[in-house]
């Protein structure tokens, strides 16, 4: 091989050298700018997550915590933190739903009165409580 072909052949050796260096080059600094986005926005959409997860597990916790109060209201009766009557739930759970399966009980929950049998709002016991229709009620208060 002659001085000049050994000088071409170097050259394009360098040059092919060069080209593989600058693609890789480019490749890699554009695989990093994604590689970038892609932390970016993964690592954003795991922040709404976690704020959002935060955010529902305190409003369960203000939702059980307003289930949880108990107050008395101007006529009264007890009611739990969502404003619901807690004699018609527990005769709901423990009168009606049993009446209802047996037939006794036809019409919606809704359409029944509750009746304290011994005249106490406050005493909330299944024993305590009896479902009438609302004529019945009346009746039953002489209205």
């Known amino acids: 091989m002659r001085n000049s072909e050994i000088k071409g052949l170097v050259v394009i050796i360098f040059l092919v050298i060069y080209a593989i260096y600058w ?4 490749f ?3 695989s990093l700018i994604i590689l970038i986005i892609i932390l970016f926005i993964s690592g954003f959409l795991l922040y709404k997550y976690y704020k959002n997860r935060k955010k529902e597990q305190k409003e369960r916790k203000r939702y059980y915590e307003k289930v949880n109060t108990i107050h008395v209201d101007k006529n009264g009766y007890e009611r739990d933190g969502l404003n619901r009557l807690i004699h018609r739930k527990i005769a709901y759970e423990n009168i009606y739903k049993k009446g209802y399966k047996k037939g006794i009980l036809t019409k919606q929950f809704r359409y029944y009165d509750v009746h304290h049998i011994d005249g106490n709002k406050r005493n909330n016991s299944p024993s305590n409580l009896q479902v009438l229709t609302r ?3 009346k009746e039953l208060h002489g209205h």
Do not use: Q
């Open 135 to 137: 004529e019945e009620h």
């Open 23 to 26: 693609v890789f080059k480019n």
């Open 28 to 30: 890699f600094l554009y």
